[in-house]
């Protein structure tokens, strides 16, 4: 199974959490951060100076853990011949333990998105910064501002913003003489303004249409000129469809694409929120009907909805924070699954012994493997709106939009 943004995106969160968790006794925590294109030589290499520097450590046991640590990244590059595209993370040392022990931990991380500086740290803590920075959303954007006389098409890429192109319309201004030549003269600017917005537009088609991961085109200028360009099919038709706002801006210049953003911001924060609020508002509104339409909720029963080929959407909420496992009761012979929060002490149902697990999986993994399996489609509901926290809340994170009904 080809693993979806959102999947990727939840295991990565919930590697980081771990990751948050873990605090050193003293600075024997080394976080590396290996950008793409840097050679796995010169990383050797620098890490060979930093063993050296490390014999000066006044502290023995600290001295012997870090020791330990750059020794184990060391081995760790072994295994790669090149840095991949996104760049590596490598975080190791010792945590604390109980009283004055301490536990080794290493993680080696290929992020979701390229590392952009190289950086080595020996701390109590690991340092997450660009991490954390890659769990923010990271959407792309085309922009374009514009009136008759000058137009400017960016792209955002999250907080960046990137000029493609400013171009100059050199439309004559409007001829204040009356008579046939005035109308004539009229009639050749409004053909002027028009090849001037095909230009833009055509620029515009030719960057946006094919653009990977493009979420949609936000519009502006002064006056009703930006309207009049969004309105009159300039832009190719499937970039129409992408259009999510216009606005007032006073430039059309980069300064406009600054001000344009300014002004879209509120619009861009409510997008992915009103994506969700629109498919929990699907499943409420079936769930209010008197036999309870085209919706489901439960775990059992929605797993077998989508077993069943019933689920069209499947909802799961990205608190749920749980574990399936399959167990073996040595007392019942009983053998089944279980779905916790912790597999600690975990106890048959039957007859409530301790049991052994034989295997587990998160939650979440499993439910996209078996909605990929069914063709349901997945969508990962946050607990930023109310919508989200009344999934996880009154419906232990696990919802479904029916195709059709199932059961009595």
């Not at 750059?70 to 190791?92: A, C, H, Q, T, Y």
């Not at 775990?299 to 499947?314: I, M, N, W, Y």
């Not at 073996?328 to 929060?341: D, E, H, I, Q, Y």
């Not at 930023?384 to 939009?401: C, H, P, Q, R, W």
């Amino acid at each position: 199974m080809a693993k979806s943004t959102d999947l990727l995106k939840y295991e990565f969160k919930k590697q980081l959490k771990d990751i948050q968790s873990v605090k050193g006794r003293a600075t024997e925590l080394i976080s590396l951060y290996v950008p793409p294109g840097k050679r796995i030589s010169d990383v050797t290499a620098y890490l060979r100076n930093e063993y050296s520097q490390s014999s000066n450590i006044k502290s023995r046991t600290t001295k012997k853990n870090v020791m330990w640590a750059i020794d184990s990244i060391m081995g760790r590059l072994k295994n790669f011949k090149e840095v991949p595209d996104n760049g590596l993370v490598f975080l190791v040392g010792h945590r604390s333990g109980s009283g004055d022990q301490t536990v080794p931990v290493s993680f080696v991380l290929e992020p979701p998105q390229p590392i952009t500086t190289f950086m080595y740290r020996c701390d109590s803590f690991f340092y997450l910064d660009q991490l954390e920075g890659m769990l923010r959303e990271t959407e792309i954007y085309g922009l374009i501002v514009i009136d008759r006389n000058e137009a400017t098409i960016g792209i955002l890429n999250g907080k960046r913003i990137e000029v493609v192109k400013n171009l100059q319309s050199r439309v004559m201004g409007k001829h204040k003489s009356g008579g046939q030549s005035a109308l004539r003269f009229e009639r050749l600017i409004e053909i002027a303004v028009h090849e001037f917005f095909k230009n833009v537009a055509d620029i515009a088609n030719e960057k946006f249409v094919n653009y990977e991961n493009l979420k949609g085109i936000i519009i502006g200028g002064p006056g009703m000129t930006k309207t009049y360009f969004a309105e009159n099919n300039y832009l190719h038709h499937e970039l129409l469809k992408k259009i999510i706002g216009i606005f007032e801006v006073g430039y059309t210049d980069e300064s406009g694409l600054k001000e344009l953003m300014q002004n879209a911001s509120q619009a861009l924060e409510n997008l992915g929120l009103m994506k969700e609020k629109k498919i929990m508002s699907r499943f409420l509104d079936e769930l209010r009907k008197p036999d309870g339409g085209l919706a489901i909720y439960g775990e059992a029963q929605t797993r077998e909805a989508v077993k069943l080929g019933a689920a069209d959407t499947l909802l799961i909420s990205e608190a749920m924070e749980k574990t399936i496992a399959e167990y073996s009761c040595s007392k019942c012979a009983k053998k089944g699954s279980l779905t916790l929060k912790s597999l600690d002490h975990a106890k048959c149902p039957d007859c409530g012994t301790e049991v052994d697990i034989l295997k587990s999986e998160d939650v979440v993994n499993d439910l996209y493997e078996l909605a990929d399996a069914y063709g349901t489609k997945v969508e990962m509901i946050s607990n930023d709106s109310e919508e989200g926290e009344m999934l996880m809340k009154a419906f232990n994170g696990i919802a479904a939009v029916l195709r059709y009904r199932v059961g009595a």
